[in-house]
């Protein structure tokens, strides 16, 4: 009885979704067709479905696997619901946990109760969602997986929306960057904070962006939007709000003061907050290589512990871990033989592309700055504290349209988009 009605709430939501794909006027605006956004969306679900699939029955351990941490977690709470209302509101809300009732119930968890400076495996926010949804969807892990692939879409487009404003003839040929790439597309389609990392981030950013929205609104937007971000990852807010200053758009006039001005301020900032910086830094490191070695983790490819003294070192090799791992020469499963694969195609396909058609009359440098130095930041970060493959694909996701944008911010597009079509007709000749 309770698979049937966790299948018929699947594709109810499904079709709900679907359809808010295809009518809302947020979707309809953004110059795309609702039959490719469908496509694409639909691209999403196969990708969630692949994943949960995944982590289910390949990846067996459900005690090592995040969206099982989460759901699982998430049962026990969302069931007291129905028995102990007042305990599940005050679980949800953060409120009382220590109370001897509340705290009772949240001992039979296994994750939610971690402390938040356990930066590894911390998941209540994440849990706290779930918990919600499953009242909404039958404790089906599945229709869960759907309204996060929806959350995460949501981010795209907007994505999508917010830096077509740049390209504006050229905006398709982001759709590959933000719709297409397999590892982009799978990671953000599972029950996992991506997709509130992405949909706060794409908000954020079309908020920001797009100042055609009332003052009052767009402010609202964007607090709510940041505050989403910086419950599910902090480190992302800090970029995105470090950056968004000096991310050209086309309805302000920016001059270069200003921006000599915030360089130097966030300068500054970063030589006052360095010791604290370092710290988390090599927290969050060493918090790892001690999972991947209890673990044993087979794609753990460094137990160099960070300490203050090596963190510079630690943070150069960082960046080309971030941005060149996994090794094909070393990797220890399929999984990240087939990422590693994406990640060299992608770095060589954009070199390529740079070298041919790299052209200073068309660079657009603030958006380049921007997307360059989101991307360099990220992935330095991310290479330096997550020294295990399987882990480092996951959340180097977040980069890789950006490093995309960015080489299209420096390329002669007219010739690009010119080959792009010669080529097609090469492959696809049409019918005289």
């Not at 929306?161 to 982009?184: G, I, Q």
């Not at 009332?214 to 971000?229: D, M, N």
């Not at 966030?266 to 710290?279: G, N, Q």
């Not at 959340?395 to 002669?412: A, E």
Request: with cysteine; glycine share 4%.
């Amino acid at each position: 009885m309770m698979a049937a009605l966790q299948i018929l709430l699947y594709f109810f939501w499904l079709y709900f979704l679907v359809k808010i794909v295809r009518q809302h006027y947020f979707f309809r605006s953004s110059g795309v067709s609702p039959n490719a956004l469908t496509t694409f969306f639909l691209f999403k679900v196969l990708a969630g479905i692949a994943l949960t699939l995944l982590y289910t029955y390949y990846y067996t351990d459900k005690t090592k696997s995040d969206i099982w941490r989460y759901f699982s977690d998430s049962v026990i709470i969302s069931k007291l619901f129905f028995s102990h209302t007042k305990v599940w509101l005050q679980v949800i809300s953060g409120w009382g946990l220590n109370e001897p009732e509340v705290f009772r119930h949240i001992l039979n968890t296994q994750n939610f109760s971690h402390p938040e400076s356990d930066f590894v495996t911390n998941n209540a926010f994440i849990i706290r969602v779930v918990s919600v949804l499953n009242i909404l969807t039958a404790h089906s892990i599945y229709a869960n997986t759907l309204i996060f692939n929806f959350l995460s879409f949501v981010g795209f487009t907007a994505l999508y929306r917010a830096f077509s404003t740049f390209f504006k003839a050229y905006n398709r040929m982001l759709l590959a960057a933000f719709f297409l790439l397999p590892s982009v597309v799978f990671w953000s389609s599972g029950l996992l904070k991506d997709a509130f990392i992405f949909g706060s981030m794409g908000m954020l950013f079309y908020c920001w962006l797009h100042t055609s929205l009332p003052a009052a609104k767009r402010i609202a937007y964007l607090l709510f939007f940041a505050s989403v971000l910086l419950l599910s990852k902090l480190q992302v807010l800090l970029m995105a709000a470090a950056l968004l200053p000096i991310l050209p758009t086309p309805f302000i006039r920016i001059n270069n003061k200003w921006i000599m001005v915030m360089i130097v301020s966030y300068a500054v900032a970063l030589f006052a907050l360095r010791e604290h910086i370092v710290s988390l830094l090599c927290d969050r490191r060493n918090q790892f290589i001690e999972l991947g070695m209890q673990e044993q983790a087979g794609s753990l490819f460094s137990t160099v512990p960070c300490e203050s003294s090596n963190t510079l070192l630690q943070m150069t090799h960082g960046f080309v871990d971030g941005l060149l791992q996994p090794f094909l020469w070393n990797t220890a499963t399929y999984m990240n033989t087939l990422a590693g694969i994406e990640n060299w195609l992608i770095l060589g396909i954009s070199l390529a592309v740079w070298i041919r058609y790299a052209s200073a009359k068309h660079i657009n440098y603030r958006l380049a700055v921007f997307c360059f130095t989101f991307c360099i930041v990220n992935l330095t970060i991310i290479g330096t504290t997550v020294p295990i493959a399987g882990a480092l694909v996951h959340y180097r996701t977040i980069s890789i349209p950006f490093l995309i944008i960015g080489v299209l911010s420096t390329v002669n597009l007219e010739k690009f988009k010119y080959d792009i079509n010669r080529f097609l007709t090469l492959i696809f000749p049409t019918k005289s």
